[in-house]
């Protein structure tokens, strides 16, 4: 119907020309016609300038926005959609040329969405991000696809300064050869991880994050082949919950501001490179705070498989509560100024926990398979130890020693009776990183509903010493 109102409309807008034509050939002055037809012309014009705009929403439920364009190749199929007012859009990673994602993802504005799909073909691309948005991610299937693919040499992510807060959720990038390039690279604001995946192949960090804040949360996971680390922060605040970082090399490296958590978090080293001289010393958790004020609280975790399993030094304190810790060389490293070291089992081939400065409260933990010390204090080390359970691996060696430790704690073997070397894979459930594929929950992706969880504080049972 109103196809036809808007023809007959233009039928009289025709008709009102051709009569002041006539007028203006027969010497009348126009005015009285115009003003007779006044109405008539500023409802055509009304008419034409609310519908013909909005023509696409009468057609196609998704284009929700007045003004909203699909872009279309030359075969007729659309690769995606983006709404008039900016704020969100949406790509089929299948159909996207080369260069359209950059375009897209530049001209966001703040607190928009970006939806990536992915059925058959991911994106190719490397986004610079320099507003606060959100990116989601779909992949079809139990074998899922990722989303974004970094070229070589190229960050999945850029994300600036003036990008306040960014959040990638169920989006699956990678990044097979980054060599000297991360693949997330972060700086300033508040970068959120949530139930992702970034896998990552190169010489740096999965993932670099600079200043700011860091959130892995829900069943996020980082796998890395890296020379390096697999997570990188620096002089940033990290929040990880119930997330996972597997590496070829060192785990986590943090000099952290302010207050942490790392609550439910997985971290082990993979095969890959054991017995070789690049992944000897490998550290899991390598963790520094830079303030006297800061607290670093880590709770029901597990470390698997590396020379160091966790590393601690600065000013501040730190909690490690309900751990397991295992396959390792050394256990705990301690450095802080205060540590408390409650209720975690340890299995170490040389020593279980060792305080080299400090003051370490040290409860209820179950420490096996060392050679050389279940508990140890360094000359500036000292040591509140309670409880625990230590099961050493040979006889003890009373005659040593060292720190202020009990003679029946000094344990050691002669090296003709202990392992001289690891087998590459020898341990159970240890893996290869091309073998290792962890999947993402599946998650309905209704994009009416999106969902972020904003990090709070641990609603588990912290033990006290």
């Not at 507003?131 to 600036?160: D, E, F, H, K």
């Not at 892995?216 to 990188?232: D, F, G, P």
């Not at 509903?449 to 912290?462: D, F, I, L, R, W």
Request: proline residues 3%.
């Amino acid at each position: 119907m109103w196809m036809r109102k808007d023809r007959q409309i233009g039928a009289k807008g025709q008709g009102l020309v051709l009569g002041m034509a006539a007028l203006l050939l027969s010497g009348v002055a126009p005015h009285a016609a115009q003003a007779d037809d006044a109405y008539r012309g500023n409802n055509a014009a009304r008419v034409n300038s609310t519908i013909r705009p909005c023509f696409g929403m009468l057609l196609d439920a998704q284009l929700r926005t007045c003004g909203s364009q699909r872009h279309y190749r030359q075969n007729g199929h659309y690769y995606g959609y983006r709404g008039g007012n900016r704020y969100d859009a949406t790509i089929d990673c299948d159909r996207a040329p080369q260069g359209y994602v950059e375009r897209v993802a530049e001209s966001i504005r703040s607190g928009g969405v970006l939806y990536l799909k992915a059925r058959n073909r991911s994106c190719v691309a490397s986004l610079d991000i320099k507003r606060s948005i959100t990116i989601v991610g779909q992949g079809y299937g139990p074998q899922q696809i990722p989303v974004l693919i970094a070229p070589t040499g190229q960050n999945c992510l850029r994300i600036s300064p003036q990008a306040d807060k960014v959040i990638l959720k169920d989006v699956y990038f990678s990044s097979p050869r980054g060599e000297e390039a991360a693949c997330i690279e972060g700086s300033g604001g508040e970068l959120t991880l949530q139930n992702s995946q970034i896998r990552y192949q190169g010489n740096n960090a999965a993932v670099h994050q600079s200043g700011g804040r860091l959130n892995l949360i829900e069943n996020t996971h980082i796998i890395a082949k890296t020379r390096s680390v697999a997570v990188a922060v620096n002089n940033s605040a990290l929040y990880a919950e119930n997330s996972e970082i597997a590496t070829t090399a060192g785990g986590l490296y943090a000099v952290l501001d302010g207050d942490s958590s790392i609550l439910g978090v997985s971290v082990q080293q993979l095969a890959d490179w054991h017995g070789f001289e690049r992944g000897d010393g490998a550290i899991g958790l390598d963790i520094k705070l830079d303030s006297a004020g800061s607290i670093l609280t880590m709770n029901d975790m597990k470390v698997l498989y590396f020379a160091d399993a966790i590393a601690l030094d600065g000013a501040g304190e730190a909690l490690l509560s309900h751990t397991l810790i295992s396959r390792s060389d050394h256990g705990i490293v301690s450095s802080l100024n205060r540590t408390r070291i409650i209720e975690n089992t340890i299995i170490a081939s040389e020593i279980g926990i060792n305080v080299e400065r400090g003051e370490a409260f040290i409860g209820r933990n179950q420490i096996a398979n060392m050679r050389t010390a279940g508990i140890l204090a360094g000359s500036r080390g000292e040591i509140r130890a309670v409880d625990n359970r230590i099961d050493p691996n040979g006889a003890g060696c009373p005659t040593l020693k060292w720190g202020n430790l009990d003679p029946a704690q000094r344990t050691c073997t002669p090296w003709y009776k202990g392992s001289e070397f690891d087998v590459p894979g020898d341990a159970d459930d240890q893996y290869l990183f091309d073998q290792y594929w962890p999947r993402l929950n599946s998650v309905a992706m209704n994009t009416s509903e999106m969902s972020y969880k904003v990090p709070g504080q641990n609603t588990g049972n912290a033990a006290k010493p």
